[in-house]
């Protein structure tokens, strides 16, 4: 579950809003988050990112779409 601010979610970050320094950190969050999908994903895992809105406005459907990927896997 990644915090719509701190990893950079367009309606809860805007790039100049706040210092340079998180500026700065927001951007390697986004970055490292997108490398660590990608390492994952070429070591045959599988991850899922939900934003913690999504988690507090619908749990239900956070846990079905967890499901449904697991459904899929061998």
């Known amino acids: 579950m990644d915090g719509a601010f701190w990893?950079?979610?367009p309606s809860k970050y805007w790039p100049g809003r706040s210092s340079g320094?998180?500026?700065?950190?927001?951007?390697?969050?986004m970055a490292r988050d997108?490398?660590?999908d990608g390492e994952l994903a070429?070591?045959?895992?599988?991850?899922?990112?939900?934003?913690d809105f999504e988690v507090q406005k619908?749990?239900?459907e956070v846990v079905a779409r967890v499901i449904?990927?697991?459904g899929t896997i061998d």
């Open 68 to 70: 449904a990927v697991l």
């Open 34 to 36: 997108r490398r660590v």
């Open 42 to 51: 070429e070591a045959g895992w599988t991850s899922l990112r939900f934003w």
């Open 21 to 29: 320094y998180w500026d700065e950190k927001i951007a390697r969050n």
């Open 7 to 9: 990893h950079g979610h």
């Open 58 to 60: 619908d749990l239900r």
